[in-house]
């Protein structure tokens, strides 16, 4: 007979003995990670009640942060702002007059047009900044300070560029000031009493042209405009008709000019039938007449040479 297979009463069967045993496992993991964490916590210098109070104060730090740049997303602070301008522009600080200083040349209108075009007329919302920007925008203005005089005056003070010459380029003429900057046309039948500067770029050489003319004050009376040449040299025009071609290079052509006003002292070469005086060449002064292409004359600031002496007499 086949001997049949015995099973122990009360013992379980082999296979049911995992779970249990994993269940025990894991309970014991825990305790043994639990024992760890008390210990961890243990040597902080902190208690844990501290930590979790710490804890809770950087969550809600966080979500106030979270909470503020929410709200700057959404522009709500300054849509707050706005009403808030709004109400003190209501009760009677909003914009009624605009006051305008410095302006003896340019037209108000744009002044005040540029002053009134904002998007609230109340005093707190008014942008002095954007004023001022679109005010040195316009030619004649080369500052600018806006102000608020409460309860509802805007102050406006400019201070304008002064014109000094005139821009002929292309058959347009351009009012210009010593930085070159154009400041309004000129219409050619009420031209005014400025000299006249010709040329592609002149207008950006009128500083060096001022500096130029300074070297010879007792000329500017005389002087009735320039016209550069080649982007890299002046010739002179003044009011009794001639022109005087310059050197290139600024300390070049003052020494010329400086030059010419002793030789126009010297011999009155302005007024007297002479068409052209060309300097460009060190050393050398040519002239040209209305009757002959050109020649050279004697400069009258140098001094001639002495004569030898024939023996037995003195010199005198």
């Known amino acids: 007979m086949t001997e049949r ?42 208690q844990a009640d501290t930590l979790r109070q710490f804890g809770r104060r950087l969550f809600a730090v966080v979500m106030a942060l979270l909470l503020i740049i929410g709200l700057l997303v959404l522009r709500v602070p300054q849509m707050i702002g706005t009403q808030i301008g709004e109400l003190v522009g209501l009760a009677g600080f909003s914009v009624k007059r605009v006051e305008i200083q410095g302006i003896h040349h340019m037209d108000r209108l744009p002044v005040y047009s540029v002053a009134l075009d904002q998007k609230s007329t109340a005093m707190p919302l008014v942008d002095l900044g954007e004023i001022r920007n679109k005010l040195l925008a316009f030619g004649w203005v080369q500052d600018a300070r806006v102000s608020r005089r ?18 002929q380029y292309q058959g347009k003429l351009n009012l210009i000031d010593k930085d070159g900057v154009i400041l309004q046309p000129v219409d050619p039948q009420a031209m005014p009493e400025l000299p006249i500067v010709v040329g592609p770029d002149a207008n950006t050489q009128a500083t060096a042209l001022t500096q130029l003319l300074d070297a010879a004050p007792r000329l500017k009376p005389m002087f009735a405009g320039a016209t550069w040449i080649g982007d890299r040299r002046w010739d002179v025009r003044f009011n009794s008709g001639e022109t005087l071609a310059l050197p290139e290079g600024e300390e070049a052509a003052k020494a010329a000019y400086a030059k010419f006003d002793r030789m126009d002292q010297a011999a009155s070469l302005l007024g007297k039938s002479f068409v052209h005086f060309d300097m460009r060449i060190p050393g050398k002064f040519v002239v040209r007449v209305t009757a002959e292409p050109g020649h050279e004359i004697a400069d009258p600031t140098d001094k001639p040479a002495t004569p030898p002496t024939p023996a037995g007499q003195d010199a005198v």
């Open 5 to 46: 297979a015995r099973i122990r009463r009360g013992a379980q069967p082999r296979y049911q003995r995992g779970p249990a045993v994993a269940r025990r496992g894991a309970q014991a993991a825990n305790a043994r990670a639990k024992k760890v964490t008390g210990r961890a916590l243990a040597t902080l210098p902190m």
């Open 150 to 167: 409460l309860p509802d005056t805007l102050l406006v003070d400019i201070v304008e560029r002064q014109p000094a010459a005139i821009w």
